[in-house]
């Protein structure tokens, strides 16, 4: 009888670890642990366990206690782990500490994303920026575990002279390849300018917000066109823009890539010039998932950003979107209270407009075109102010 070798790749398992401390709940470090997982199932990585301490400070040398990181060491020995992810940031001496105490694998948060963003990125932009970016997250990290970099990145023959040691060779690698990347993405943003001036003459919409709140689910709906949609984070991370038009007036559409939070700052800065077409925007539609308990903290993440890229004083619409996911039956009303509060809580911009629609079961996206539509009527009078006078003309011939 035959015999079959399963030969699929083993699933990668992982325990998460995080802290709580007097600066932050043990409510919003469940919230922040439970997106960590959900992170980890974006990359294909099945969470395990999950451990939680609290600390006045985390510790300087492993982030968790001594008895804590025993027991963590334990889990990961008898359940053959993988992985150990912290919430955190961990500088390079944690990680070495925290692999040499679990005998596996450690990495935080941050790596965790950029590894996201390398699996997403289609585009050639979008590769380059996230490159940088990981150049840019271990260039501190370097240790002997990153000696064979030259090997991985197309290798390094005749540049490694007599009496260099290897991690400084590695660390000249990895600056050239900074440099190399920067004046790459210089070029493509050169291209990207020349194509947004082929634009200045219709008005630019741009679609905001937390990752996996239905950006692009409502693009779709919007656009009447195919864009890639999951239930995954980061599901895109390329800038789509497609041409719409309500009641005749057209405009650009763009679904831009999705904010977290404790992002990366290298993946901020590396990705501005895509942040751009928010920044360039005459309409911001932010998105926000109404449903999720944390949806708060959420719009602050988001505005955070924003302001780091100076585009808060952009009209905005605010599209409370997923209200067929509330609990209540009157999910628009108890969206319409929500928002009413939000606004007492100066989460909201006083000349905000809100709407609460479902993308997924095209709820209230009537609503949302109407409203649009005035903000881009407004956008559209000030680019072509005779629009009105031309209109009726074409009306007055049509009827003579």
């Excluded at 690698?173 to 900074?178: K, L, S, T």
Aim: charged content about 25%; glycine content about 4%; some cysteine.
């Amino acid at each position: 009888m035959a015999q079959y070798i399963d030969t699929a790749p083993k699933q990668e398992t992982a325990a998460l670890v995080a802290v709580t401390t007097p600066q932050q709940s043990g409510t919003r470090t469940k919230e922040h642990v439970e997106e960590l997982a959900f992170l980890a199932f974006t990359l294909g990585i099945k969470t395990l366990d999950i451990f939680t301490q609290n600390l006045a400070t985390p510790n300087a040398k492993t982030v968790v206690g001594k008895g804590k990181l025993e027991e963590i060491a334990f889990f990961v020995k008898e359940q053959q782990v993988d992985l150990v992810i912290f919430d955190d940031e961990l500088s390079p001496s944690q990680v070495r500490n925290l692999e040499g105490a679990l005998h596996c694998k450690v990495i935080d948060r941050n790596l965790l994303i950029l590894n996201i963003f390398a699996m997403r990125a289609k585009t050639n932009q979008a590769k380059t920026q996230v490159e940088l970016a990981q150049y840019k997250y271990v260039l501190p990290r370097l240790t002997r575990m990153w000696a064979h970099l030259s090997r991985q990145k197309g290798g390094s023959a005749g540049m490694r002279g007599p009496g260099n040691k290897e991690l400084e060779t590695d660390r000249r690698i990895a600056q050239d390849r900074i440099a190399h990347l920067h004046r790459k993405l210089e070029a493509i943003e050169r291209q990207s300018v020349t194509q947004r001036k082929t634009r200045a003459r219709i008005t630019r919409v741009a679609l905001a917000g937390y990752t996996n709140v239905g950006k692009s689910t409502l693009m779709r709906v919007l656009s009447k066109s195919n864009v890639h949609v999951e239930d995954k984070l980061f599901a895109t991370i390329d800038s789509t823009v497609r041409k719409v038009a309500i009641h005749g007036i057209p405009f650009l559409l763009t679904d831009t890539v999705g904010f977290i939070r404790k992002l990366p700052h290298t993946l901020v800065e590396c990705f501005k010039s895509t942040l751009n077409e928010i920044k360039e925007a005459d309409i911001i539609l932010h998105v926000v998932d109404i449903s999720h308990p944390a949806h708060r903290e959420h719009i602050e993440v988001v505005q955070k950003t924003l302001q780091e890229i100076g585009v808060l004083e952009v009209p905005t619409i605010l599209v409370f979107n997923k209200i067929d996911q509330l609990n209540t039956n009157e999910g628009t009303k108890e969206a319409a209270a929500e928002a009413a509060s939000l606004q007492q809580t100066s989460l909201l911009q006083k000349n905000d407009s809100a709407v609460y629609i479902s993308a997924q079961q095209q709820e209230n996206i009537e609503v949302l075109k109407e409203v649009l539509y005035q903000q881009v009527y407004l956008q559209h009078m000030k680019i072509y102010p005779n629009y009105l006078k031309e209109e009726a003309y074409q009306a007055n011939f049509a009827f003579s």
